[in-house]
C-alpha cells in the first residue's frame, strides 16, 4: 500500500516524518522520505536502490541515498563513507555528513572521488529507528512535542 504524507507548513521535515512515524510505529513501517523538489531521472534506480536498502533499514538503520559526485558544488552536502556493511554490494556506513562545504573543498571531495557521494536527501527507515535516533538530536524536546502531536 501506498501512503503519502503532506508536510505541513508549520513542521520541518525531521518533525512532520516524526508525527507521522509516532501514529504508525506500531505497524512497521519502513517510511522513505524524498523531498518534493527533486528530480529524479531514472525511477527505476531509484526504485531498485530502496529496495535493496530495505533489509538494511528494517534491520534497524537509518539508510541514506548519496549520489556520485560529477562535479563540486558548494550547494549539495556530502556523504563520507565508512566501512562496508557485511554482505551487502555498495552499501556503507557513513563516517560523516559535511554540509554544503567551500568550492576548494568540494573540488578536493570530486577529486578523491571514491569515498564521497553528494547527499541526495533521500532517507528509508522504520518508524521505530527514527524516533530513536531523534531522541540524540541536538533538540531532544522537539522529539517528544513531536511524539504528543502525533498521538
Known amino acids: ?7 505541513s507548513a508549520l513542521l520541518l521535515p525531521a518533525a512532520a516524518v516524526a508525527s507521522f512515524s509516532s501514529k504508525v510505529d506500531e505497524g512497521g513501517y519502513n517510511p ?6 527533486h528530480f529524479v531521472s531514472n525511477k527505476k534506480a531509484l526504485i531498485q536502490a530502496v529496495e535493496k536498502a530495505l533489509p538494511i533499514a528494517t534491520s534497524g538503520k537509518l539508510v541514506t541515498f ?7 558544488e558548494i550547494g549539495y552536502g556530502y ?54 535516533e531523534l531522541k540524540f538530536s541536538r533538540n531532544p ?11
Do not use: H
Not at 500500500?1 to 508536510?7: A, E, H, K, T, W
Not at 522513505?32 to 523538489?37: E, I
Not at 522537539?142 to 502531536?149: A, E, H, I, K, L
Open 66 to 72: 548519496g549520489i556520485k559526485a560529477q562535479s563540486p
Open 32 to 37: 522513505t522520505m524524498l523531498p518534493s523538489d
Open 79 to 132: 556523504i563520507k563513507r565508512g566501512r562496508p556493511l557485511p554482505k551487502s554490494d555498495r552499501i556503507f556506513e557513513v563516517d560523516k555528513f559535511i554540509e554544503k562545504p567551500p568550492l576548494e573543498l568540494a573540488k578536493s571531495f570530486v577529486e578523491e572521488g571514491r569515498n564521497y557521494d553528494w547527499n541526495s536527501g533521500l532517507f528509508l527507515f522504520s518508524c521505530k529507528s527514527y524516533l530513536e
Open 1 to 7: 500500500m501506498l501512503s503519502f504524507l503532506n508536510q
Open 141 to 151: 524536546d522537539g522529539c517528544s512535542r513531536c511524539r504528543m502531536q502525533g498521538q
